[in-house]
């Protein structure tokens, strides 16, 4: 592959990282060029790279957005469009119900609606915390590119047989794993069995930067691995520090992005630098999330806490 890193469009690069608008970049790249966008855009929720806008005004903002996607994508590509919640006077707001019907009045066809919970955030007072965000995989027609065998988990009962019929007594799970399924959980053990997990990125976690809402590269893979081919083209018109251009190339694929910060891009290029020289810090894909023992201090109940309910319980 081309290693270079280029800042504008150019045809023959397999990786860009333009630091600017989005709609203004992607205008530049010619009609069903893509195979693959996948992006987390702004939540609209106050955070230092966005100004806080009424939802009406937000969404309208972004439909012009998703109107220049749909003309570079593959008839045969997909979007992985992944949301939280936009919160106003303590109210939530479900942006991926929001952004479902504008997706489905341009034609799209949702395939999941995927629910990546994880163990970490921020914590509430007058709601429950939230631990969780939705990606919606959409594709533009029936004829879609999905690479179930790529992307397979560990079985958690990989000895189970058929008991009766035609097949009784054969083995009944795929060698090659099972489904992911469409809730990517954080989850530890079942069984002595590691069970796949996506946590999200904060502070301890090896790909952490000053991004606030980073992507875990991991997250990236699993839809990368799925939805295209080698050599595919894969775009995050949102691509903060670089995660999902890290995500494509690591599996061979060209891989564009955009972001209209120029931090972040600096922060972004370095951390593709680093990986091409086989010196970015990664969070390898499948591995088990720590588990602290009954010995670690921190698991312990707090000695101040005796005759609490819940410590009582625990």
């Known amino acids: 592959m081309n290693r270079r890193i280029y ?152 000895g189970k047989r058929y008991y009766k019929g035609p097949k009784k007594g054969q083995l009944s799970c795929n060698p090659k794993g099972k489904n992911p399924e469409d809730v990517w959980e954080f989850m530890q053990k079942e069984w002595d069995v590691s069970i796949w997990d996506i946590p999200n990125v904060k502070s301890n976690h090896p790909e952490k930067t000053i991004h606030p809402c ?9 839809c990368v691995l799925a939805f295209t081919d080698e050599k595919d083209i894969v775009y995050d018109p949102y691509a903060g520090v670089g995660s999902s251009i890290i995500g494509a190339v690591k599996n061979n694929r060209r891989a564009f992005g955009s972001e209209k910060e120029k931090q972040y891009v600096e922060i972004g290029k370095e951390r593709i630098e680093t990986f091409l020289r086989g010196e970015l810090k990664t969070r390898t894909i499948g591995t088990e999330i720590y588990v602290p023992s009954k010995t670690n201090k921190l698991a312990q109940i ?7 309910k819940n410590s009582e319980n625990s």
């Open 214 to 222: 980073q992507f875990p590269i991991e997250l990236v893979e699993r």
């Open 7 to 158: 800042q504008n469009y150019n045809e023959n690069a397999d990786i860009i990282f333009h630091n600017g608008d989005a709609v203004k970049f992607i205008k530049k790249m010619p009609a069903e060029l893509v195979k693959l966008i996948i992006t987390s855009p702004p939540y609209n929720i106050g955070k230092a790279y966005e100004e806080k806008d009424s939802i009406d005004n937000y969404l309208k903002k972004q439909e012009k957005v998703i109107d220049e996607l749909t003309r570079i994508l593959c008839d045969d590509g997909s979007i992985c469009w992944q949301v939280g919640n936009y919160v106003e006077s303590g109210e939530v707001y479900p942006l991926d119900i929001f952004f479902y019907k504008l997706f489905k009045e341009r034609g799209y066809k949702l395939r999941n609606r995927i629910i990546w919970r994880f163990g970490h955030g921020l914590h509430a007072s007058n709601r429950f915390s939230g631990r969780y965000e939705t990606l919606l995989w959409f594709t533009k027609s029936d004829d879609y590119t999905f690479h179930l065998d790529d992307v397979r988990i560990p079985s958690k009962y990989p």
């Open 302 to 308: 707090p000695p101040e806490w005796k005759g609490y």
